[in-house]
């Protein structure tokens, strides 16, 4: 049984070092070179993007015996061979201005000794444009420019703008050497997880062909279930193919949907479903900027996103759902149009993402682990023994535990959104099948969750804003929201949940079992 490449991301070492398992995007490599010189693709971390910078290193080298069965090996020309400079800022932290430069400078420095030559020019700029012109001339060839996490530098300070800043404009100034040697220059590839602007980043470079959701190209990285079933067939025997495709399945780059390398090699390893990629990266800054801007947490299942929005991320202008799309919080459900500007629907793209980053954002909430770690499990089980009573002192324990400073600094506390949220943020962490704002003849459910053949419709009301109490079940009686799923589940319970912005708590709490209701 061949063995799993995790972690590995040299195209050397997997097709050397050992007899790995290798999934082969080679295909990806003559098409883009026949088809252009300037690329940028932006993927998620973990995902194989800097696998195939250096598969493109390794082919543009002519290194054919590295290749050998796979589809490049007879679709290009090996006698043709480039010099190659790689750029990477995938490891370690950049901290200021400063050192981006150390780096950069030891970057430029290690090129010229792989390529033999000398550089003199002290300014980094002038550097790398030197390092380019005399690859060029010393070996007689075009050059090659491949840069990997091009981004990671502005992401490190993201939550520093000015700092941030900073090293945006020094980067600028260094990419900005590319559109200066395009005479020396016979393929450029440049990857990263966000999509800065080109005004922002790459000013200039007009020509820079973004294919980032561009459905040729929409399985460059990542794993089809096709090539899933093929490579990995072997170690496939009594997995259950549904369940992984929802915990690892549903990245859409306009094309096939691609599952998450990075998940699927160590659920091969383990065979235990776990949150593998989310646990790998702290989404520390998202988290704070969702609890910053008061963003609902249900919105997450039916992003509305325009094309601009999508690719609007800069340091001073950062949306939430372009930084969820971009880090792969998000992925696309639907492309459509409105009038004559595209749309996109965003969603989560699987079972893993969706209960961790909830998760993830109820610890914001309750900042001791194991309290909140209790409260989870103990709300599965209410809903499991229909214990509505347990179920309602957990919450109203949760919210009794907020500390009033927290309420004093946040003003939303007094909408139905927050409060919608919170219950949402823990029934998602349980990895339950929780749908926001579900359309039916009569109106929108404010949630549905699904356990077993169970399922629960809660409405929820802040009684300050909406008068009278008991409105929240008495809406759902009146707009018989539940009809949409008779006959998709054996029992339907109603829930109705007050709230009082001045109790900071719950002050209403009901359910009813629709048959009863009916009878």
Same mark, same amino acid.
């Given at each position: 049984?061949?063995?799993?490449?995790?972690?590995?991301?040299?195209?050397?070492?997997?097709?050397?070092?050992?007899?790995?398992?290798?999934?082969?995007?080679?295909?990806?490599?003559?098409?883009?070179?026949? &088809?252009?010189?300037?690329?940028?693709?932006?993927?998620?971390?973990?995902?194989?993007?800097?696998?195939?910078?250096?598969?493109?290193?390794?082919?543009?080298?002519?290194?054919?015996?590295?290749?050998?069965?796979?589809?490049? @090996?007879?679709?290009?020309?090996? #006698?043709?061979?480039?010099?190659?400079?790689?750029?990477?800022?995938?490891?370690?932290?950049?901290? !200021?201005?400063?050192?981006?430069?150390?780096?950069?400078?030891?970057?430029?420095?290690?090129?010229?000794?792989?390529?033999?030559?000398?550089?003199?020019?002290?300014?980094?700029?002038?550097?790398?444009?030197?390092?380019?012109?005399?690859?060029?001339?010393?070996?007689?060839?075009?050059?090659?420019?491949?840069?990997?996490?091009? #981004?990671?530098?502005?992401?490190?300070?993201?939550?520093?703008?000015?700092?941030?800043?900073?090293?945006?404009?020094?980067? &600028?100034?260094?990419?900005?050497?590319?559109?200066?040697?395009?005479?020396?220059?016979?393929?450029?590839?440049?990857?990263?997880?966000?999509?800065?602007?080109?005004?922002?980043?790459?000013?200039?470079?007009?020509?820079?062909?973004?294919?980032?959701?561009?459905?040729?190209?929409?399985?460059?990285?990542?794993?089809?279930?096709? @090539?899933?079933?093929?490579?990995?067939?072997?170690?496939?025997?009594?997995?259950?193919?549904?369940?992984?495709?929802?915990?690892?399945?549903?990245?859409?780059?306009?094309?096939?949907?691609?599952?998450?390398?990075?998940?699927?090699?160590?659920?091969?390893?383990?065979?235990?479903?776990?949150?593998?990629?989310?646990?790998?990266?702290?989404?520390?800054?998202?988290?704070?900027?969702?609890?910053?801007?008061?963003?609902?947490?249900?919105?997450?299942?039916?992003?509305?996103?325009?094309?601009?929005?999508?690719?609007?991320?800069?340091?001073?202008?950062?949306?939430?759902?372009?930084?969820?799309?971009?880090?792969?919080?998000?992925?696309?459900?639907?492309?459509?149009?409105?009038?004559?500007?595209?749309?996109?629907?965003?969603?989560?793209?699987?079972?893993?993402?969706?209960?961790?980053?909830?998760?993830?954002?109820?610890?914001?909430?309750?900042?001791?682990?194991? @309290?909140?770690?209790?409260?989870?499990?103990?709300?599965? !089980?209410?809903?499991?023994?229909?214990?509505?009573?347990?179920?309602? @002192?957990?919450?109203?324990?949760?919210?009794?535990?907020?500390?009033?400073?927290?309420?004093?600094?946040?003003?939303?506390?007094?909408?139905?959104?927050?409060?919608?949220?919170?219950?949402?943020?823990?029934?998602?962490?349980?990895?339950?099948?929780?749908?926001?704002?579900?359309?039916?003849?009569?109106?929108?459910?404010?949630?549905?969750?699904?356990?077993?053949?169970?399922?629960?419709?809660?409405?929820?009301?802040?009684?300050?804003?909406?008068?009278?109490?008991?409105?929240?079940?008495?809406?759902?009686?009146?707009?018989?929201?539940?009809?949409?799923?008779?006959?998709?589940?054996?029992?339907?319970?109603?829930?109705?949940?007050?709230?009082?912005?001045?109790?900071?708590?719950?002050?209403?709490?009901?359910?009813?079992?629709?048959?009863?209701?009916?009878?």
């Amino acid at each position: 049984m061949k063995k799993l490449p995790i972690g590995i991301q040299s195209f050397v070492n997997i097709r050397t070092e050992a007899d790995y398992y290798y999934v082969d995007k080679t295909r990806y490599v003559v098409e883009l070179v026949e &088809k252009g010189k300037y690329f940028f693709l932006s993927r998620p971390r973990r995902f194989g993007k800097s696998l195939f910078l250096d598969t493109l290193r390794q082919a543009f080298f002519g290194r054919k015996e590295l290749f050998s069965g796979l589809y490049i @090996e007879n679709h290009w020309n090996w #006698d043709q061979r480039y010099p190659v400079i790689h750029i990477s800022f995938g490891s370690g932290v950049i901290q !200021d201005i400063g050192d981006l430069r150390d780096r950069f400078a030891y970057i430029l420095k290690i090129n010229a000794q792989e390529g033999q030559v000398t550089l003199t020019e002290q300014n980094l700029r002038e550097r790398f444009l030197e390092l380019i012109r005399f690859l060029s001339i010393q070996h007689n060839q075009k050059v090659v420019v491949l840069i990997d996490e091009y #981004d990671k530098p502005i992401l490190d300070n993201i939550d520093k703008p000015q700092t941030a800043i900073e090293i945006r404009e020094g980067l &600028k100034n260094f990419y900005s050497v590319i559109k200066d040697s395009d005479e020396f220059l016979k393929f450029v590839f440049i990857t990263g997880v966000s999509k800065f602007s080109k005004v922002s980043l790459f000013s200039g470079l007009n020509n820079l062909d973004d294919i980032t959701l561009d459905p040729d190209v929409a399985t460059i990285c990542g794993y089809t279930h096709e @090539e899933l079933l093929e490579t990995f067939s072997e170690r496939l025997g009594g997995v259950d193919i549904e369940a992984l495709r929802l915990w690892y399945d549903g990245y859409n780059f306009l094309g096939e949907r691609v599952y998450n390398p990075f998940d699927i090699l160590l659920f091969l390893k383990h065979h235990d479903f776990r949150n593998y990629w989310f646990e790998t990266g702290s989404p520390s800054f998202l988290i704070k900027l969702i609890a910053q801007h008061h963003y609902p947490m249900p919105n997450l299942e039916r992003v509305e996103a325009s094309e601009s929005l999508l690719s609007s991320f800069d340091v001073d202008q950062i949306e939430i759902e372009t930084l969820l799309f971009q880090t792969g919080y998000l992925t696309i459900e639907e492309r459509f149009r409105k009038g004559n500007r595209l749309t996109y629907r965003l969603t989560y793209p699987n079972v893993e993402v969706k209960s961790s980053l909830t998760d993830t954002v109820l610890g914001y909430f309750v900042r001791a682990k194991s @309290e909140k770690e209790r409260n989870v499990l103990a709300c599965y !089980d209410a809903l499991q023994t229909l214990d509505f009573v347990r179920l309602r @002192e957990i919450f109203h324990a949760f919210f009794a535990a907020i500390p009033y400073d927290w309420y004093r600094k946040n003003d939303f506390a007094r909408y139905e959104a927050y409060y919608a949220s919170v219950f949402y943020c823990y029934f998602t962490a349980l990895g339950l099948d929780v749908t926001a704002e579900q359309m039916t003849n009569n109106g929108r459910i404010d949630m549905a969750v699904r356990l077993g053949k169970r399922v629960f419709l809660l409405e929820f009301k802040v009684v300050e804003i909406d008068g009278n109490t008991n409105k929240a079940i008495k809406q759902i009686r009146k707009m018989r929201y539940w009809e949409r799923y008779i006959g998709k589940a054996e029992e339907i319970y109603l829930i109705g949940v007050e709230f009082s912005s001045t109790d900071r708590n719950i002050v209403g709490f009901d359910w009813e079992r629709v048959d009863a209701l009916i009878g």
